[in-house]
């Protein structure tokens, strides 16, 4: 059981000021970088953003770290968002962890296969920094910094 | 609209191609870049990125750019000097833009029903650019540096 999200608290103000914790995936070090920017706009603290190149490392920060939202790419090496989507669900204890893929993913099936996992939503690659802020403060329930 | 998810897929020209790239480096990076009349006078190419997909088409889209280009890309992307931006971030962000303007080329060609899938972006070498064929392409001059894209896509079989 991971204690780290077992009680996750419904947000309903600044998403700085109840200390959501922000998962970026993306095998891009510079893409995360990009969106972590924009996560930090949005109103998240810099120590509550946490990143991961890969499923399998995204995997491994959930054992330790209480996680609100993962910002998932989906075509990624050593493991994708898709495989990351199917073991999280597996989970018990991570079913209220919030998933957005972040992605140029273009693919129907596969985008439903990611919808039928529960992802919240989906962002096409290139993006507004503005869509991603409003797309966070949207999942988390909070109005936009 | 394209509804069928197997078959169909919709034209892509160079033109297309090019207003593809355009509105990736504005909306990923704020890059402002326009199709060059007179691309002899721009720097030479020196980093090369390419991605493939595979689907009712497969293909490939492959970027040149100069260093300055990638520089420049990269250090809007990470919103630092771009005398700070080493050649490993730079090379990078060609990568990623490859990424993008591949996830935008195959929604291109198969719009909301589309049923092709991307490869991984990596970065490519002088010798594949130079051997390419390109179906489509353009050279963009983004603040006087060189972005090359080519696209090149059969039925598959």
């Known amino acids: 059981m991971n204690a ?20 970026i995936v993306d095998d891009s070090p510079i893409l995360r970088a990009a969106i972590k920017k924009v996560v930090k706009l949005a109103g998240v603290g810099e120590d509550r953003i946490f990143e991961a190149g890969n499923g399998l490392e995204a995997l491994e920060i959930l054992e330790t770290v209480w ?14 968002g898709e495989q990351f989507a199917t073991e ?40 507004e920094p503005e869509d991603l ?4 403060a949207d999942v988390l329930g909070v109005k936009p910094a | 609209m394209n509804t069928d998810p197997t078959n169909s897929t919709r034209p892509l020209d160079s033109d297309t191609l090019s207003q593809l ?8 990076a704020f ?43 990269a250090s809007s992307i990470l919103g630092c000097d771009a005398a700070e931006v080493t050649d490993a971030q730079g090379d990078e962000a060609l990568r990623e833009l490859a990424n993008i303007l591949g996830g935008s080329v ?28 390109g179906h489509e ?20 079989a």
């Open chain 2, 21 to 28: 790239a355009i509105e990736a480096l504005e909306r990923t």
């Open chain 1, 67 to 80: 996680i609100d939202l993962v910002l998932l790419d989906l075509n990624m090496p050593v493991m994708d």
């Open chain 1, 133 to 136: 802020c409003r797309l966070i």
């Open chain 2, 31 to 73: 890059v402002l870049a326009d199709p060059c009349a007179d691309p002899d006078a721009l720097p030479s190419a020196e980093v090369f990125a390419e991605i493939d997909f595979h689907g009712p088409e497969q293909g490939g889209v492959d970027l040149a750019a100069s260093r300055g280009f990638t520089r420049n890309l």
């Open chain 2, 106 to 133: 195959i929604y291109r060609l198969g719009g909301e029903q589309c049923a092709f899938s991307l490869g991984l972006p990596r970065l490519g070498s002088f010798q594949g650019w130079s051997g390419a064929s």
């Open chain 1, 4 to 23: 780290a999200n077992s009680n996750n608290p419904t947000p309903s103000m600044h998403p700085s000021q109840l200390q959501c914790h922000v998962l």
């Open chain 2, 137 to 156: 392409s353009c050279v963009l001059d983004a603040e006087g540096e060189r972005l090359e894209i080519r696209c090149h896509h059969r039925r598959a």
């Open chain 1, 88 to 127: 999280l669900r597996k989970r018990d204890d991570l079913q209220d962890v919030a998933v957005v893929v972040v992605s140029t993913e273009a693919n129907r099936e596969r985008l439903d296969r990611m919808k039928a996992l529960g992802v919240n939503h989906t962002l096409r690659k290139p993006f």
